[in-house]
T-cell receptor
Framework: KQEVTQIPAALSVPEGENLVLNCSFT??????LQWFRQDPGKGLTSLLL?????REQTSGRLNASLDKSSGRSTLYIAASQPGDSATYLC??????????FGPGTRLSVLP | KAGVTQTPRYLIKTRGQQVTLSCSPI?????VSWYQQTPGQGLQFLFE???????NKGNFPGRFSGRQFSNSRSEMNVSTLELGDSALYLC??????????FGPGTRLTVL
């Protein structure tokens, strides 16, 4: 059974810092991995999708990497801003199955 | 394209009642998945429909059911509501297993 964990559970940083969020999964036979952000009481916004054949994806200040063999992904946020404050979730999917989500990392960026 | 829409956005019911939630996917998307999000359990997969057929099902009791119509719109039904069913219910649409796009969710409160 696939299990997804995220470290740290919560993170508070001053504005302008670069930061890394971690995601680990137990079954490396994944189809793809997706990072989302969720604002309080809202739905999920897709940030980056990494397919199993890819090693990383970039969008603006965000960069996500994937190491299937070690069952890890990292989300790098450059020059953090208060607007980045949210919960960040990673999710993995195996072919023909459903997404399995991690518990999330709650990020606070202080002005 | 319009995003994923869910109705209603908020719902208050009492124990023992039943409820129906609706989800309209992004135009052209044939897959609709439903998730339950609670503070204690996080995001848990309920079921996925593809072209009107249930393709995957999570580990929820039979009180939770769903269906998908020919226009890909999906409904989720919960019968005999329990206090523990209070949650944010999210639906997501995708096309052939790629990026999942989430709706804003329906907040269900069971009194």
């Amino acid at each position: 059974k696939q299990e997804v964990t995220q470290i740290p559970a919560a993170l508070s940083v001053p504005e302008g810092e670069n930061l890394v969020l971690n995601c680990s999964f137990t079954d490396s036979a994944i189809y793809n991995l997706q990072w989302f952000r969720q604002d309080p009481g809202k739905g999920l916004t897709s940030l980056l999708l990494i397919q199993s054949s890819q090693r990383e994806q970039t969008s603006g200040r965000l960069n996500a990497s994937l190491d299937k063999s070690s069952g890890r992904s990292t989300l790098y946020i450059a020059a953090s801003q208060p607007g980045d404050s949210a919960t960040y979730l990673c999710a993995v999917i195996k072919g023909g199955q459903n997404f399995v989500f991690g518990p999330g990392t709650r990020l606070s960026v202080l002005p | 394209k319009a995003g994923v829409t869910q109705t209603p956005r908020y719902l208050i019911k009492t124990r023992g009642q039943q409820v129906t939630l609706s989800c309209s996917p992004i135009s052209g998307h044939r897959s609709v998945s439903w998730y339950q999000q609670t503070p204690g359990q996080g995001l848990q997969f309920l079921f996925e429909y593809f072209s009107e057929t249930q393709r995957n099902k999570g580990n929820f009791p039979g009180r939770f059911s769903g269906r998908q119509f020919s226009n890909s719109r999906s409904e989720m039904n919960v019968s005999t509501l329990e206090l523990g069913d209070s949650a944010l219910y999210l639906c997501a649409s995708s096309d052939l297993g790629d990026t999942q796009y989430f709706g804003p969710g329906t907040r269900l409160t069971v009194l």
